[in-house]
């Protein structure tokens, strides 16, 4: 995910998921995939390759979507698989757990650290 920034200040609708191609020479050549993302928490590409999940996060619309992975690398349009909105509490937050970071690796392997010594930022909904 890349969020432009100005100085100090977040360029609003400027985020992007980015791809990262290896190139003969070397180097690396970034590709934009996304421009409907406004923000995102998290990334997960299905065991067959096929689709990618992606937790859209902001104050505006938090949803686990699912994009469809063409055979050429590109995303196609993206599904809803769940939109997190209000209940007697208040706006649910969508998609974390604070305190347990979670990695994936290109070789399918899920790690989890647990007791991190960190919390995770709450954006929302906001701190009363």
């Not at 190139?23 to 299905?46: A, E, F, H, Y």
């Not at 686990?64 to 939109?83: E, F, K, M, N």
């Not at 979670?102 to 070789?107: A, D």
Request: aromatic fraction near 8%; proline fraction near 6%.
């Amino acid at each position: 995910m890349l969020t432009l920034w100005e100085g100090e200040k977040e360029i609003p609708g400027r985020n992007a998921i980015l791809r990262a191609d290896p190139q003969p020479d070397g180097s690396w050549v970034c590709k934009r995939m996304t421009t409907d993302t406004t923000g995102t928490n998290g990334l997960l590409i299905s065991p067959d390759w096929r689709t990618l999940y992606m937790i859209q996060t902001n104050p505006e619309r938090r949803e686990l979507r699912a994009y469809d992975i063409r055979a050429d690398g590109s995303l196609g349009r993206y599904i809803v698989l769940h939109q997190f909105g209000e209940d007697y509490r208040g706006p649910q937050r969508g998609i974390d757990d604070m305190r347990t970071l979670y990695v994936t690796t290109g070789g399918g392997h899920l790690l989890r650290a647990r007791n991190t010594g960190r919390r995770g930022w709450i954006i929302w909904p906001p701190v009363r």
